[in-house]
């Protein structure tokens, strides 16, 4: 069973569409997050949420929305595509209280924006 | 604000020992951690370090000094295998705000 998982794991798409990633995770974890992974494979935060509460929004353009239906699910919607929003985003959730707090990480979803 | 540095590449043959340094200037901390990403994957969890000292896995091992600002992670009889990206990362803090600010990584390729 896959921990953490993503879909779909390649869009490709036009400049101005819209588009959703879903994430779901089956960890029992309370925080799930949405990273950004660029060309040069800088790993950024863009928002987490913590039982279906909004925790971080890291200074993300209003464009992208995220959303979580429940503590299991954390999905991002961006509207408006850009070329610069071209990248892998993570999907990633985390236990609260126990042991490091890891992050573990869904397998990616590659957006390209032609 | 956040830093994180760490060489962008290094190579090393088979059998050798590597080792990946990582500088880091962060508002808060809570801990250093380690993660591995091989091409077109995404990344694992290697090790943590909260206090300073050496954290013994395997063939891998984690240093941290709080007061320096500095970890490495050492590698030891490498393998094709450990050729990947290895990312250290710098959690602030200790609660559901705790953000996980990540280097840009180490392009480890090991040679036969």
């Known amino acids: 069973d896959t921990a953490v998982s993503q879909t779909p794991k390649y869009l490709v798409t036009q400049m101005g569409n819209d588009k959703s990633i879903k994430c779901e995770q089956n960890?029992?974890?309370?925080?799930m997050y949405w990273y950004k992974q660029d060309s040069k494979k800088f790993l950024k935060i863009m928002f987490s949420y913590n039982n279906k509460e909004l925790i971080i929004n890291e200074t993300v353009p209003n464009r992208f929305s995220p959303k979580s239906p429940d503590k299991a699910h954390l999905n991002l919607h961006i509207n408006s595509l850009e070329l610069g929003d071209s990248a892998v985003y993570f999907c990633a959730s985390r236990r609260e209280g126990q042991g490091p707090g890891e992050l573990f990480f869904g397998e990616g979803s590659r957006l390209t924006v032609l | 604000g956040q830093n994180i540095d760490q060489p962008t590449e290094m190579t090393a043959t088979e059998g050798a020992i590597v080792q990946i340094n990582c500088t880091y200037q962060t508002s808060g901390f809570n801990g250093l951690f380690w993660y591995q990403q091989h091409a077109g994957e995404a990344p694992t969890f290697l090790s943590y370090n909260v206090l300073d000292g050496l954290e013994e896995k395997g063939r891998f091992s984690s240093f941290l000094s709080r007061s320096k600002g500095y970890s490495y992670l050492l590698l030891k009889e490498l393998q094709m295998k450990d050729s990947a990206s290895y990312l250290c990362a710098v959690g602030d803090r200790g609660s559901t705000l705790g953000r996980l600010y990540f280097g840009r990584g180490t392009q480890l390729t090991v040679w036969p």
């Open positions: 960890l029992g974890h309370d925080t």
